[in-house]
């Protein structure tokens, strides 16, 4: 069966504290994604990763960093968290093609306070 | 820029009862179109998935439609039940080669009541 995991499913943390997001498939996938989603704004990429080391910024990349040092495993970081970055994060991963659906994990509701 | 236009933004039916999801994009070249359902508190998960040359699908109770001209989809589901309670995503693929990034809608959240 199809897994993707992440590491809470809620958290919360003080503005200006290192957040570590991390994502794990089990489906040996090339693509992994990070998403927030937030109500009436549906969900927007922040970054993506296509191999190993590699990433690329999506639509709202500022204040967010990755890491990708194992094809199972994207991190998200947080460098210095603030009010705003207050979301639910979801991660994805599907095979390289625009046909593959991408398969989400459960998502994480972080609070900044 | 591509984009992908939902509504309505929310709907409220009762148990038993159809509706019909709609959306439209400007996605060019066109790839693929999938409808995702979210339950609350998990992550989205495809509920079909639409080709150029494709103007029906359907997948128990919901019915996806294309219409690759007008560059418009619909979901229609069938005698509604409790659990179709989610919102509904629309995403829509370019067929630029190497592309990977589908484009959201911004979703229809189904409120189905007893």
């Known amino acids: 069966d199809v897994k993707v995991t992440q590491s809470s499913r809620y958290l919360v943390k003080r503005t200006g504290e290192k957040v570590f997001l991390e994502c794990v498939q089990d489906?040996?996938?090339?693509?992994m994604f990070w998403y927030r989603q937030d109500p009436g704004l549906g969900l927007r990429l922040i970054y993506f990763?296509?191999?190993?080391?590699?990433?690329e910024k999506g639509d709202i990349p500022e204040g967010y960093s990755v890491s990708r040092e194992k094809k199972e495993r994207f991190s998200l970081i947080l460098e210095s968290a603030s009010t705003n970055q207050t979301s639910m994060y979801l991660c994805?991963?599907?095979?390289?093609?625009?046909?593959?659906?991408?398969?989400f994990g459960p998502g994480t509701r972080l609070t900044v306070l | 820029k591509n984009q992908v236009e939902q509504s309505p933004q929310s709907l409220i039916i009762l148990e038993g009862k159809n509706c019909t999801l709609q959306c439209n994009y400007t996605v060019s070249p066109f790839s693929n179109l999938r409808w995702y359902k979210q339950d609350t508190g998990r992550g989205p998960v495809s509920l079909t998935i639409m080709t150029f040359s494709e103007n029906t699908k359907s997948n128990g109770r919901y019915t996806a439609t294309l219409d690759a001209d007008t560059k418009q989809s619909s979901l229609h589901i069938t005698a509604s039940q409790l659990s179709d309670s989610a919102s509904y995503i629309c995403?829509?693929?370019?067929?630029?080669?190497?592309?990977?990034?589908?484009?959201f809608g911004r979703g229809t959240s189904l409120i189905v009541h007893p």
């Open positions: 990763s296509y191999d190993v080391k590699m990433k």
């Open positions: 489906m040996d996938h090339e693509n």
């Open positions: 995403v829509v693929s370019d067929g630029t080669g190497g592309s990977y990034i589908p484009t």
């Open positions: 994805a991963s599907n095979l390289a093609s625009s046909y593959n659906e991408q398969f």
